[in-house]
């Protein structure tokens, strides 16, 4: 909150152009994978409404990608879990009758190449396989820790934010976090969200329930997403992987974005993320004449933006926005339709769609004021969620 007030989270509008979910899309169209459903159940309209408009597949072909709602298949009531989800939703899996089954989360920002995972897969003759990524040993407290047997591979637990991990095999100070990344095979897959279903003490849950049932088979390994290597990807983000779960890992992804040579590169052409911004003329910056130019420094800036006599620093800027004279933009995320009044002081932001900044207005100035007017997270970065009228 306040970005998911009106959309659910893979909705939400990352880096300029896209939404979250484009970024999972992406790496599946890129591997080749073209049958795609998405379980959606919270506020979904804005989700659904983009993969209608932007994730249009050759039916020719047979692929699509389709938003699937909760459609109460099994009784009055609504998904009661990830689990459940795919429970509620074994017939997409009948219709196709797949051997193998990838379940992707929706909200994280990354590059990989599922087809690798896959692989991984089939060679191991495990019933699941699930992406981690290594992580400090220090920091284990924070993640789903996986912990692994001597051989590296073989799951031997699967814990919740463990005080007491252990380091892996071949590197005492790292563990693996769970990624939230899966490939099942088929049948695994139906028969443990079946079973699980009858269970009235889980709380069906991929992580919580699924996969440490499968590890109390012993049928569960790890994918170290360390050895996926995505084509155009450079030494500083190959391995990248965020988790935008809080306000201040979204406007630190974002940051990610506009160094020089930045952590997560959106210029790889060998691994497009792909999407769909309409059809905004280019961007535009006008005046330049003493202390009324228009400039943009150290940021990215998205078709249709007018930058008119202002400032924008460090800051990604999404379509149709204008900035006006004077103005200063800092350090910022600014969403679609967004409108900075002139004289406007912007620093340390995240500013939902269709906000007026009246003339003269500070954000991000003064903290202690900005608490009682907006959320402000616990790093100090002020939200403004979508059309919040915005106080002098």
Not at 10 to 18: A, D, E, M, Q
Not at 64 to 78: H, N
Not at 295 to 301: L, P, Q, V
């Amino acid at each position: 909150m306040p970005l998911t007030a009106d959309r659910a989270k893979p909705g939400v509008p990352f880096g300029g152009i896209y939404r979250m979910i484009d970024f999972v899309l992406s790496n599946l169209a890129n591997a080749g994978y073209l049958k795609i459903v998405v379980l959606t159940q919270y506020k979904s309209h804005s989700l659904d409404r983009h993969i209608s408009k932007t994730w249009r597949m050759s039916t020719l072909l047979g692929n699509y990608v389709t938003p699937v709602p909760a459609q109460q298949r099994l009784g009055p009531r609504w998904f009661a879990g990830s689990a459940d989800a795919i429970y509620q939703s074994l017939n997409l899996i009948n219709d196709e009758s797949p051997d193998y089954v990838i379940v992707f989360g929706a909200d994280h920002i990354y590059r990989m190449d599922p087809k690798q995972m896959v692989n991984d897969h089939i060679a191991s003759g495990a019933a699941v396989t699930v992406a981690g990524i290594r992580q400090p040993l220090s920091m284990a407290d924070q993640f789903g820790v996986i912990d692994v047997g001597a051989d590296g591979k073989k799951i031997s637990a699967f814990r919740e934010k463990p005080r007491d991990a252990q380091g892996l095999p071949d590197s005492p100070d790292e563990v693996y976090a769970s990624m939230g990344n899966y490939v099942f095979t088929a049948r695994a897959l139906c028969e443990a969200v079946t079973a699980d279903a009858q269970n009235p003490d889980s709380k069906h849950d991929m992580g919580g329930n699924i996969i440490p049932m499968l590890v109390e088979r012993g049928e569960a390994n790890v994918y170290d997403f360390r050895d996926n290597d995505v084509p155009g990807s450079t030494e500083r983000d190959l391995g990248y992987w965020r988790d935008v779960g809080t306000l201040d890992s979204f406007y630190e992804a974002h940051m990610d974005l506009i160094a020089t040579l930045p952590i997560f590169n959106l210029y790889n052409h060998e691994w497009p993320i792909f999407t769909n911004y309409g059809s905004w003329p280019p961007a535009k910056f006008v005046h330049g004449y003493d202390d009324r130019q228009g400039r943009a420094i150290e940021s990215m800036i998205s078709p249709g933006v007018v930058v008119s006599g202002a400032l924008v620093e460090r800051s990604i800027i999404s379509p149709n926005v204008r900035v006006n004279s004077w103005a200063h933009v800092e350090g910022s995320v600014l969403m679609e339709g967004v409108s900075v009044g002139r004289r406007s002081v912007i620093r340390n932001a995240i500013i939902d769609k269709n906000v007026i900044i009246p003339e003269g207005a500070q954000i991000g100035v003064d903290l202690d004021r900005d608490r009682k007017l907006y959320t402000v997270s616990d790093s100090g970065v002020v939200v403004i969620g979508k059309g919040q009228k915005v106080e002098l």
